[in-house]
């Protein structure tokens, strides 16, 4: 699906293909490039805000680690 994808972009010669964030493993794996991701979160409730700031890190997003060579120098 994903290739199906890329070449109907490839045959209406668009810029970028916006693939969205699940599956990145094989995005990559197919020449896709990450973009950085930010995440905001607030509550006007003082107590909830604190709680939900300690918690942020086990929340955020990590990342996909390995990199995938998919092109030709």
Do not use: W
Not at 13 to 23: D, H, L, M, R, Y
């Amino acid at each position: 699906m994903l290739l199906k994808i890329i070449e109907v972009g490839i045959e209406k010669k668009v810029n970028s293909i916006e693939f969205g964030q699940t599956a990145e493993e094989s995005k990559l794996k197919i020449g896709c490039r990450e973009v950085d991701k930010y995440l905001y979160v607030h509550h006007s409730n003082f107590i909830l805000n604190f709680l939900i700031q300690k918690l942020l890190p086990c929340m955020s997003y990590r990342p996909y680690k390995r990199f995938h060579h998919v092109f030709k120098d």
